[in-house]
């Protein structure tokens, strides 16, 4: 069984997941699927994956089989296990939790695609309201406190299967982000009275600098302290801690604005990998006056190494103000005709 | 100039280094140098780097020709620069501070290699050396707070350059990870009254399972809540908490076990790419009670995913327990014909 592991000294947990090595690819230096190889997540191929959970789906389909649009299903490599309860065993030095959780994949396209700029706005806005269904679930479970979602494309991002989709792992502690982003907005607000968030929008919108798009409710930005180049978040302008209460009449919007950072990224990167999260507050929070929920949208054009793992700490060779400027002038759809190269001149 | 940018929720710096996206094969999909293209480290090619700042060379020969062994210089794309005073302006949101510190690069042989197992264990020693001649020079620069020791070999885990080489940063602020680990160890003192890596130590060699190696004062085990399969720290077992004031005899022992932790890892993982980390106290600390530095070594098995990034929490597809057993199992020097494999199955 996978086991939750707090780090000694750290407040850091760790999933030691000893089946997951297994998953197909890990560990390859090539780990995406040839063109030929068979692919589990294509339309047709239901069997091949666990049980659907939830699916969007024409009428008078069944579950496991065609006609779906969106389709939910447990990770055939789950690094939680969804049986069980989250004891925890702790001495001195070492405390350690039964890895219960929830890991699915939203496989977002029965077609063999890779980006959400390759989804129709539709269809993208189907992805975004089965994350709401999900969330909304599982968030009836206990034992779950906090849940992301996250989405990896390209071998560089770490994405081990080509076909588009992301995951959602809801685990019984809360992660070290969420935490100290927890930690750190509830002080901004017990100094200012306000959400930290909400005055980083009014700053940048009435700054400009670092705009990348305005559509409807939402704003998207290269935030001011950015850890990687081209680094954009998605926020909300209303205030809200929960994804998961977003009204559905959003999903629109959102969906709009997201897929433009995306389009604009592969635009001037040349379709890089990339990864995005969803911040969300825990479950087990009511909402919070301090919170804000946002989707951290990076592109994979750095690797870590030591230095960032080492310290935390990160150089960003592209300043927030340049990377911005670049997206705001690219157009909404990648043209590889005329991208900017960021290529170094060595 | 490059500047250090405070993230307005969580307390984490990061570097916004523009000029650095111009330093070599940045971006590029095969960072790694041709094997014909010119090598500024290797010997012959002294005028191609900044000017060096220290170096272990035979007698009778001059700076910036060749006859060293070891040869310290500026890093030629600085994250960061020597001149001026690290002054902070910060409003309610964005806190900022110049760029102000030391970049440097410890190239560790005029010979092309790239990996530690290629030095004589004389010649790892004298980079050792040197690592401790500069963190005492640099200590005396009141500006400066911390230093930081790092290696990156191969693409994958960050290396723009082949040749062999680690790199110093040393900056005028704390970084987080360094902070976190002297918040935790000291909250770990004030209740128990030990240093809790001595306690680690003390487990480890009682239990035995997580061991990788022992040598003098010396220990290096896969610690218990690994973030990253075959993670492995190099301790001293006798309490210390700047690797700075570290005795000259007792680095032929550290050169020993360092380099034997990454022989296994190339043994069991067939070369991988890894970066080593040298934490340590701040500059501006007394000796610590608490605190005690180490080597944390971190092979490039698994890439790092949005789930990582955005959480701060790992899944590690390898238990600590069954890496420190394959690496206590494999010979001391890579042997490629009977490596183990660890690659999926899929």
């Not at 750290?10 to 000893?18: C, E, G, H, L, S």
């Not at 294509?42 to 049980?51: K, R, S, V």
């Not at 979602?149 to 019984?172: C, D, M, R, T, Y």
Request: glycine share 6%; charged share 25%.
């Amino acid at each position: 069984m996978p086991q939750l592991r707090k780090d000694p000294i750290i407040d850091r947990w760790v999933i030691i997941a000893a089946d997951r090595a297994r998953r197909p690819y890990d560990f390859e230096a090539t780990p995406h699927r040839p063109p030929d190889r068979f692919c589990p997540f294509c339309q047709g191929n239901e069997q091949a994956t666990p049980h659907e959970i939830a699916a969007y789906r024409n009428p008078d389909t069944r579950a496991d089989e065609p006609g779906w649009r969106v389709r939910v299903v447990a990770n055939k490599f789950p690094a939680l296990q969804s049986d069980g309860q989250p004891s925890r065993q702790e001495d001195d030095l070492f405390t350690t939790a039964e890895g219960v959780g929830a890991h699915e994949v939203i496989i977002e396209s029965p077609r063999h695609i890779a980006s959400i700029t390759e989804l129709s706005g539709d269809e993208f806005r189907d992805v975004l309201g089965i994350y709401l269904d999900r969330l909304l679930d599982l968030k009836q479970d206990a034992r779950l406190v906090h849940a992301l979602i996250f989405k990896n494309v390209g071998a560089a991002a770490g994405a081990s299967l080509e076909h588009i989709h992301s995951q959602l792992i809801a685990i019984p502690v809360v992660p070290t982000v969420a935490r100290e982003e927890m930690a750190g907005s509830l002080d901004f607000f017990s100094r200012t009275g306000s959400c930290v968030y909400c005055e980083m929008i009014r700053r940048e919108l009435a700054e400009g600098g670092r705009i990348v798009a305005v559509q409807g409710d939402f704003v998207a930005f290269c935030p001011f302290a950015s850890r990687f180049p081209y680094e954009t978040w998605v926020l909300p302008k209303s205030h809200s801690s929960h994804f998961e209460d977003l009204p559905r009449d959003q999903l629109a919007d959102l969906s709009t604005i997201t897929q433009s950072v995306v389009a604009r990224l592969e635009n001037v990167l040349d379709r890089p990998a990339y990864n995005y999260v969803i911040h969300s507050a825990p479950f087990d929070t009511r909402s919070l006056a301090h919170y804000h929920w946002h989707i951290e949208v990076m592109p994979s054009v750095t690797k870590a190494a030591g230095f960032e793992w080492g310290t935390g700490f990160h150089i960003n060779p592209v300043s927030p103000e340049e990377a911005a400027a670049q997206l705001r002038q690219a157009a909404k759809s990648p043209d590889r005709s005329k991208h900017i190269s960021t290529r170094g001149t060595g």
